[in-house]
């Protein structure tokens, strides 16, 4: 079966350029998480949905950073303009809903430089 | 908000070992992963474990809910176990939020 994927793996862009990221979650699960990962901060989760509602955008760190789920195989996460702080591993994450919390599947996730 | 604290930081250990890797967590817990991040950057979800004891071949995990804990076992590690394994935990109150937060990680490196 296939798991998450995400596309690009990698992505090299200037300061104030508009980066789109793009993920596809396991056929069938209904949860859908965006996280990222820095040095500095470590694993930190953006934003989630389920059922292709947004259900938590709090971890979202500006305006600049929005997050749209049009339906239940594909979201995008989009930087616009984007920083060199931005730079980070973007990844991907889904979950099947079930009694209780299920495990989450991540991505290979996305190399962003910033330049 | 709750608190992931993993130990130790690294870890070298010699092809054949045993380890035991420790996550606390300043609350109680309904959810509780263990990952795995190997050296490429894949994030490889191990167990998922928010009470009790579970085992996949070379690798065990248990949680004790109750004294906010759980330990992730490794044995006769093998130099494809190095990376950094990560705890995560969603809080035990207020309704199911599916947030995981990750603790700081343990860096592992198996050599052979």
């Known amino acids: 079966d296939a798991g998450v994927i995400q596309s690009p793996r990698h992505e090299v862009t200037e300061m104030g350029q508009e980066v789109t990221l793009r993920c596809k979650p396991i056929?069938?699960?209904?949860?859908l998480f965006w996280y990222r990962q820095t040095m500095m901060r470590g694993l930190e989760l953006l934003i989630y949905?389920?059922?292709?509602?947004?259900?938590?955008d709090s971890g979202m760190p500006e305006d600049r950073f929005s997050a749209k789920m049009p339906n239940a195989s594909f979201s995008t996460l989009k930087i616009q303009p984007s920083e060199p702080r931005d730079s980070a591993v973007y990844f991907c994450?889904?979950?099947?809903?079930?009694?209780?919390?299920?495990?989450?599947?991540f991505g290979d996730g996305t190399r962003l430089s910033i330049l | 908000g709750i608190q992931v604290e993993q130990s130790p930081p690294d870890l070298i250990l010699q092809e054949g070992a045993n380890s035991t890797l420790r996550c606390n967590f300043s609350?109680?817990?309904?959810?509780l992963q263990w990952f795995h991040q190997n050296p490429w950057g894949q994030l490889i979800n191990l167990f998922y474990?928010?009470?009790g004891t579970k085992q996949n071949g070379r690798l065990s995990a248990t949680t004790v809910a109750t004294e906010r804990y759980s330990l992730l076992y490794i044995s006769s590690s093998q130099t494809t176990d190095s990376g950094v394994y990560f705890c995560?935990?969603?809080?035990?109150?207020?309704?199911?939020?599916?947030?995981?937060?990750f603790g700081t990680g343990t860096l592992l490196a198996v050599q052979p």
């Open positions: 609350d109680s817990v309904n959810n």
């Open positions: 056929s069938g699960h209904d949860y």
């Open positions: 994450a889904s979950s099947l809903a079930g009694k209780g919390n299920q495990p989450q599947h």
């Open positions: 474990i928010p009470s």
């Open positions: 949905f389920n059922n292709n509602v947004p259900i938590d």
């Open positions: 995560a935990v969603e809080r035990g109150y207020g309704g199911a939020t599916n947030k995981l937060i």
